[in-house]
């Protein structure tokens, strides 16, 4: 696929030589020298660099005019909480609030019910591919719901090992996305073991949007791995108190045994 990146062909080196060029052309900017933020945006995301954030000693300026752009801050949201609830087909949102939709409509409608509750901004420092490291502040509404609730979800469908695995192998697909090497066998030998993983992760979450907050409202799913019977304080005749004195010592012999070769070496 080829490339156009003007900036890497042409002789403009910096964000002032960018405006001058397209004053001097007659392009319309939506920016000024003053709100000159370097910003990426798509349907997923919204991405601000430059000028006082490059100093990572400064506090964004969310509430500036013309700062964020697909939503508010928190401070400026609503004080009443929206609820919404997300249904998932193994792993896959497929409607909201009851309406299904295409992955574009989904994402759309929980920009629209993130952008206006605060919810999604996110500010970090990159530890970016070529050694550097840049502060970034994101705007996510829609993608930070869904990742809410989808880890809600999976807290439910998924067993401990898988869970507890999954969350390493997250950390390296995004690192092979972030990366570009999307067209790999490693990210397609990992894309099936998360497909794996999401065949019982079907079900419906909601979510209570306050102020920047994503909050569990409850969760459902026929593949539900919590049994209220097995997890319950009261009496029962699942689970027998007792039995936890033989993993407990099986667990805790690699430290007895640790402890008597350091008592005797004199070791602290």
Known sequence: MPIIAPWREWDIKSREEEIDYAEAHNIPLKISRETNYSKDKNI???????LDLEDPANEPLYNKEGFLEM?????????????????????????????????????????QLGGE???????????????MKCRGVYETPGGAILYK????????????????????????????????????PLTKAILSFVKTTQETVTGDVTLKLYKGNMINAGVTSPYSLYDPEIATFDEDDVYNQADSAGFINLYGLPTKVYAKMKAKNNLK
């Not at 087909?89 to 929980?110: A, F, Q, R």
């Not at 509750?117 to 050694?131: F, T, W």
């Not at 067993?159 to 950390?171: F, G, I, M, N, P």
Request: proline share 4%.
């Open 149 to 184: 609730a989808h880890e809600v979800l999976e807290s439910i469908c998924l067993d401990r090992e898988t869970a507890h695995y999954k969350s390493l192998v997250a950390q390296k697909l995004a690192e092979l996305v972030y990366t570009a090497q999307w067209f790999t």
């Open 44 to 50: 997923w995301h919204l991405s601000h660099e430059g």
């Open 71 to 111: 939503g508010v801050s928190p401070e400026k949201a609503p004080d009443k909480p929206t609820y919404v609830k997300i249904h998932f087909e193994k792993g896959v949102p497929t409607s909201v609030d009851g309406v299904e939709m295409d992955s574009v409509g989904i994402v759309t409608k929980l920009n």
């Open 117 to 131: 509750n605060g919810i999604g901004l996110l500010d970090i420092v990159e530890n970016r591919l070529v050694g």
